[in-house]
């Protein structure tokens, strides 16, 4: 029995996509299914029969019953058409899903009526039109019936862009509420669905995720049609994924004044936030509650206590007073002199360093929570003299016996009696926004606001509205809305706040509607001229909440807490179980690990057998230094070990030892999971782990089934700063990337989306389901077409596909597209083919005899020099940090010579001498640049370029092209522009 046996379902838009997930999950049920689609283009445009039929033939394949219908339902005689097709076929209609939709986006001012108009049709005016005729029909049967209408986020939330789209999917939602109040005499249940799903409609709109199928949208609607939600109408539900939830129209309590006098306006403004509130301030705390410790607590009972982690031995010979400025805390001075060290509170003297801190990386690397190193590298700590900066550590080892002992004396202090008064109250979102408005002149870059007079509104929803000013190189900020604004911000605090820390993406934000703003320009200026820095933000943050301090004391802490040393010691420890003697078949190695934030070790491999040891013994045939967080996460499998040596959080001196390790030592999860739960029983964690249970063996060597995977690359909102850089990184001061006073503006380098494009590429060949070994990989190709100018300010989407897969004998290539598109509309594709090589075999004699070179039409030679510090300026312009271009050790690891030049950066410059030569420096005329990357080049090099006619066809001429070395070795080859006359 299924769920609608004998039942009739009208599922409109079934020829793909959602609609016909829709239509095969009714027929699975049993209902009998009018498929219906007009068998069109996503945006309407053209008709056609196969769609609907080839689903009606799925149907009837399975064994259910089904008939097509072809009607547009945009007009009267359409919608009649369907529902009589339905009575014709099957005696009557019992479920009717309103699905059919079109997309035509276009931002507001450049949305023609024809695109409104044909939006509006098929969305409002088909759902209304099909509706009116089936209740009718619902009617007359006499025995109810079940429709479910389809918003969406766009029309429930807004999503920029689709204006059309939006308003029509938000009257869908108004009209289910008054078809369910109307039709509930006649029993007819009406709903409405807000899903999001990758489709042929939303294959290009890169914030729905590729894992948002539309079979995870029909269980829902099946639900909504059948009797199990008889008492469910006038609502709607949103379906993400795997997640359900429900759409909800709510009021806030808002606020009654007394009397017949009508509001003003000034008195509106003075009760806003009662108005928006939806709850009342949490009460306050009892008096004489415990005070909870503060980050401030903890960084003066460090700093108290530094003299007795002292090693006077390891500070022989240096003389220094060290600044330490920690955000969320407060500043501190220490002086080491002749083997005595002392701390103060406050800074005082003159500093032989300065170091700049936040109190949760502080504390967090006393209590060995924090590696030094790590977040000395990702910035968090910053000192002006690196010298002082690395002998502290050694000087001060944190031991966590005496930090542990050291925090619970200072939880029992404040645990013992609390301050005679608890907090007043919470602090509240508009606490936090009127502290971030308060200090917005802080964070003021006059530079970066030069020639920007401006006066912004910013009305934020759950905190307040506030006023910037921008003049003359400086700004003010003033508390509600004052003067005439050049631009309105409206966003909520959660947004604002997020931003401000660092929690939310302001492109992203904008992109899903969470900001909104009347003047592009001012937004897009604001982001540059007030660099939120985490530091001071922190420090924003954490003099609010000491003045609101207190709360209940913690927990008790345990007695010790396992450390990263200690997971390594284990980890070493039992590293020869994890061993695979057959995989190191003639592999004899010492490696010494250097572990920053544990300790050293050393591995021995020979003759099939492997040991370890504490510390560095023999002489090493490779070094590999890493941090703690790092190898053990590899261990644990939450690292991928191919992807941190890319990052350059491991480094090798062998990259074959290197290569080699990993299959010999492959970790179990469940014995490196049975080594940790061990690890905390040995401390009083709780009981050891239980045998692990035989693993199943896990798939090796490339996923072919990869291929046609997606992901999404985000969006981003194109920086002339960026665009500027990446132009000066390649050497190319064409007046096209470079003047603004040139006529149409700047436009980004023709390479430039490499750069937007990087973060998808990375997710798509690291992906662990492709299995790519990393250390094999090499960048053989690469072919970008243009089909417009990307310019600074763009709002831009990037998507990335694995196209194709192809075996050889050498080795796999891999190639992928990347995509960038404005406003729907592809602006830049990207294929990159990338070459995994396979372990050498068979006779490396045989080669391929190179091609008799054919006579050809020279254009031009142009000769560039690659500069000594290229590959380091195009890393940073470029976001591409692999280590091989700025690391020489890693480098010649490799089996380089030693630092090479990016590719691209190689490709930018074969361009620059396209543009300047065959484009007469105009980069809107360059279609096509594709490139082979034949040989590395070094710093230092001499590139000359020569191009030759190929052919011309339809106004596009076809120019061949490559580039040699000073030792005329080819360095790009197969090179092919395509120029625009």
Known sequence: MGLFDGKVAIITGAGGGIGRCHALAFAAEGAKVVVNDVGGARDGTGTGASMADRVVEEIRTAGGEAAANYDSVCSEEGAQNL???????????????????????????KLTMDNWEAVMAVHATGTFLVSKFAAIQMKEQGRGGKIVNTSSYAGLKGNFGQANYACAKAGIYGLT?????????????????????????????????????????????????????????????????????????KMTDGVTKEGDELWTPAEIADKIELIRQWQKPAPAAAAGAPREVTDKDKCDAIFDFLPEFFVPEKAAGWTATVHFKVAGAADYTLSVADGKCSTSAGLEGTPTCVVSTDADTFTGMAEQKVNAAKAFMEGKIKATNLNDMMRFQPAFPFKADKVAQIMDKLKARFAAAGPAAAPAREITAKDKLDAIFDHLPEFFVAEKAAGWNATV???????????????????????????????????DAETFGGMAEQKVNPAKAFME??????????????????????????????????????????AAAPAREITAKDKCDAIFKFLPEFFVAE?????????????????????????GKCSTSPGLEGTPTCVVSTDADTFTGMAEQKVNAAKAFMEGKIKATNLNDMMRFQPAFPFKPERVAKVMADLKAEFGGGAAAPAAAPEKPKPTGLNFDMVGHSVSGGYA?????????????????????????????????????????????????????????????????????????????????????????????????????????????????????????????????????????????????????????????????SGDENPIHVDESVAK?????????????????????????ACAGDPTRLRRLKVRFAKPVLPG??????????????????????????DDVVVISNGLAEVRS
């Not at 590729?210 to 469910?232: C, G, H, N, R, T």
């Not at 090479?900 to 300047?916: E, K, P, S």
């Not at 000359?944 to 120019?959: F, H, L, P, R």
């Open 83 to 109: 529902i009589k097709t339905a009575v014709d076929a099957f005696g009557g209609v019992d479920i009717v899903v309103n699905n059919a939709g079109i997309l035509r986006d276009k931002t507001l001012m």
């Open 177 to 249: 509420v008054v078809c369910a109040l109307e039709l509930q005499k006649h029993n007819v249940q009406v709903n409405v669905i807000a899903p999001m799903a990758k489709t042929r409609m939303t294959e290009d709109i890169s914030m729905v995720p590729e894992e948002m199928l539309p079979e995870q949208i029909s269980p829902m609607v099946l639900f909504l049609a059948s009797k199990l939600a008889d008492d469910i109408t006038g609502t709607v539900y949103g379906i993400h994924g795997q997640q359900i939830f429900e759409y909800q129209m």
């Open 457 to 491: 509104h910013f009305k934020v929803a759950g905190a307040a509205d506030y006023t910037l000013v921008i003049a003359d190189g400086t700004c003010s900020t003033a508390s509600g809305l004052e003067g005439t604004p050049t631009c309105v911000v409206s966003t």
């Open 513 to 554: 509607g969470k900001i909104k703003a009347t003047n592009l320009n001012d937004m897009m200026r604001f982001q540059p001229a007030f660099p939120f820095k985490p530091e001071k933000v922190a420090k924003v943050m954490a003099a609010l909440e000491a003045k609101f301090a207190g709360g209940a004391a913690p």
């Open 583 to 607: 995989k190191a078949a003639g592999w004899n190695a010492t490696l010494q690990f250097k572990i920053a934030g544990a300790a050293d070790y050393t591995l021995s491999v020979a003759d």
């Open 717 to 877: 909102m194109v920086d002339e700063e960026a665009t500027r850089a990446y132009a000066a990184a390649t050497n190319d001061e064409n007046p096209y990337y470079v003047d603004g006073d040139r006529e149409g503006g700047v436009i980004a380098p023709p390479l430039f989306p490499v750069k937007l494009l990087a973060d998808g590429l990375f997710k798509l060949i690291t992906d662990d389901n492709l299995r790519a070994d990393m250390l094999r990989l090499v960048h053989g190709e690469q072919d970008m077409i243009f089909h417009d100018a990307i310019r600074p300010g763009d709002l831009v989407s990037m998507r990335g596909d694995i196209e194709e897969i192809i075996e050889k004998s050498s080795g796999n290539l891999v190639n992928c597209l990347g995509k960038i598109y404005r406003d729907g509309k592809l602006l830049c594709e990207a294929r990159s083919g990338l070459f995994i090589r396979g372990k050498k075999k068979g006779d490396k004699s045989a080669r391929k005899e190179a091609a008799a070179e054919t006579e050809r039409e020279e254009l031009f030679t142009e000769t560039q020099v690659v500069d000594e510090d290229q590959s380091f300026r195009y890393a940073k312009a």
């Open 893 to 917: 690891a490799a089996g380089l010579p030693g630092i090479i030049l990016h590719g691209l950066c190689t490709m930018a410059f074969t361009g620059r001498a396209v543009v300047q030569n």
């Open 941 to 966: 090099d001499t590139l000359t370029t020569t191009a030759w006619k190929v052919e011309a066809n339809d106004g596009v001429q076809s120019i061949g092209f490559e580039t040699r070395n000073q």
